[in-house]
């Protein structure tokens, strides 16, 4: 058994949407995709005034591929055109599978928008095969309380499992797709070994902290491509850190991607705008 290496490093770029902080490690001019992980944006940390004007997400559709937004600080309130609505809390998950179609909005519910506070997400989007694009759409919220947070034997490191199975427990979301997804607490001096991950793609991006794996260090900011050499990988932090990590089999097909939609060929792409204008994604919100 040996352990992964990293690869590179890839800094998220700075992009603000309006007054939301933002930097986006993926997708960045050294990596397209990391298949089948699409897109992640990083929002904050930042801190809104009171009487503020919160999130700028307001109703948009998607086509072809799963959402899924950690609310690291703060609060967020989903609504979609499927009929689910939702506010998640700090340390909450939302899994959304757009599917064949789905119009959503993810903005600030009336007290954060009086009171302000500290706001800190991450957006991940994950890619579906070309057999489930057109799955139904589906939406799971998750309070921090309904993510199993397990621990090591030393205290030092937490696993908070989204999805997939972890020292036999699962994690509240079924993935279509087998996805492994986690957030990982690593306090000052934790290490956390994860193996039989040969031949998987793994997500890993430093949201605070550093960690150091097989080495080499990794400070906040980073998205961190991991070698596909080896079997297992160990993931240290000398003073602290959290970290998005995640590990799902590669689909291996075309993508194409127009906004909101991902598909696998160009008249897919069509096809979706075209289903969109016509109102097949829904009702309004």
């Not at 903005?107 to 706001?119: I, K, N, T, W």
């Not at 075309?254 to 696998?264: D, I, L």
């Amino acid at each position: 058994m040996s352990d992964k290496t990293i690869k590179r490093l890839h800094p998220a770029l700075r992009d603000d949407i309006g007054d939301l902080l933002t930097q986006r490690p993926l997708p960045n001019p050294h990596l397209a995709q990391l298949d089948p992980f699409l897109f992640l944006n990083h929002h904050g940390p930042q801190v809104y005034a009171p009487n503020n004007h919160g999130l700028p997400f307001g109703p948009h559709p998607h086509r072809g591929f799963e959402t899924v937004t950690f609310i690291v600080e703060g609060m967020l309130t989903h609504k979609d055109s499927a009929g689910h609505e939702s506010i998640i809390r700090e340390g909450g998950v939302q899994w959304m599978t757009a599917g064949r179609g789905i119009v959503h909005a993810e903005v600030s519910p009336a007290e954060f928008l009086q009171d302000g506070g500290p706001l800190e997400l991450l957006q991940l989007w994950v890619n579906l095969p070309g057999s489930l694009k057109m799955t139904a759409p589906a939406y799971t919220g998750l309070q921090r309380g309904d993510i199993p947070a397990i621990g090591s034997a030393d205290g030092r490191v937490t696993l908070n499992l989204v999805a997939g199975q972890w020292q036999g427990r699962s994690g509240p979301v079924n993935s279509l797709t087998g996805v492994f997804m986690s957030t990982i607490e690593l306090q000052a001096g934790g290490s956390l070994r994860v193996p039989e991950l040969r031949g998987r793609t793994l997500l890993l991006y430093v949201v605070r902290g550093a960690i150091e794996v097989g080495g080499d260090l990794a400070s906040a900011f980073n998205l961190v491509e991991i070698n596909d050499e080896g079997d297992s990988l160990e993931i240290s932090s000398e003073a602290g850190a959290l970290v998005l990590f995640g590990h799902a089999e590669a689909l291996r097909e075309p993508v194409v991607a127009h906004g909101p939609f991902v598909m696998n060929t160009r008249e897919e792409i069509v096809e979706a705008i075209n289903d969109y204008q016509a109102g097949k994604f829904g009702g309004t919100l």
